[in-house]
């Protein structure tokens, strides 16, 4: 069965520092879809990045980056110069080929960045 | 471009009565679900439809629970009677079926329901 563990259930740092959030997941499919959502105060998933299994490429996207691991089963995801807009709950979510489009989330990270 | 619309954005009643969610979903996507958010149990499926047919329901609690969408752009979860435990956010999400689990899925804001 498929899951996704964030083992951080909380992280707090200070504006600028840089922070990086674990994603770690099992699935026993050969392809799946990792996926990223930021969920803010006001309550709306966001969506920010979707990774295919087969595309191990690191991404950045301004001051965001993943690392995609499939040795390790692992997508984190890093904010480089933090800034308190960052501060949020951010979810990783897996869904598999086999999964017929059945997303399953991680419980989240809740990031606060202080200024 | 409109995003997923979800409505009421809060609502609060008693138990035994009758709570209905509503959802659109972005013009031109054919897969709709919706999920529920708790702190107990994060972000779970609830049920979810490929073409307005529901495809998968597994997720739905129990029988005070369904869901119906009689057309491509609109979809609604009744519960009836609500029950306290039932106090969550509710989600409507939405995605293109094109090639199915890789197509990103949108959500719509979410609906907080309080039943007391």
């Known amino acids: 069965a498929q899951k996704v563990t964030q083992a951080q259930t909380e992280i707090s740092v200070v504006e600028k520092e840089d922070v990086t959030l674990d994603c770690v997941y099992e699935t026993r499919d050969t392809t799946y879809y990792l996926f990223w959502y930021k969920q803010p105060p006001s309550g709306e998933l966001v969506f920010l990045i979707r990774r295919n299994s087969f595309d191990e490429q690191n991404e950045i996207s301004g001051r965001y980056s993943w690392n995609f691991q499939k040795s390790t089963s692992s997508f984190n995801f890093t904010i480089t110069a933090s800034q308190v807009v960052d501060s949020a709950v951010y979810f990783c979510?897996?869904?598999?080929?086999?999964?017929?489009?059945?997303?399953?989330f991680g419980q989240g990270t809740r990031l606060t960045i202080n200024p | 471009d409109a995003g997923v619309i979800q409505s009421p954005r809060h609502e609060v009643t008693e138990m035994g009565q009758e709570v209905t969610l509503r959802c659109k979903p972005i013009?031109?996507?054919?897969?709709l679900f919706w999920y529920r958010q708790t702190m107990m149990r994060g972000l779970e499926l609830l049920i979810y439809f490929n073409n307005n047919v529901p495809i998968d329901d597994s997720g739905m609690p129990e029988d005070r629970f369904s869901a119906k969408m009689p057309n491509a752009s609109f979809s609604t979860l009744k519960i009836q009677p609500s029950e306290p435990r039932d106090s969550a956010v509710y989600f409507c999400?939405?995605?293109?079926?094109?090639?199915?689990?890789?197509?990103?899925?949108?959500f719509g804001p979410g609906t907080r329901l309080l039943v007391l």
């Open positions: 013009s031109g996507h054919n897969s």
């Open positions: 979510a897996l869904s598999e080929a086999r999964g017929a489009q059945k997303l399953v």
């Open positions: 999400a939405s995605s293109l079926l094109w090639t199915g689990p890789q197509e990103t899925q949108y």
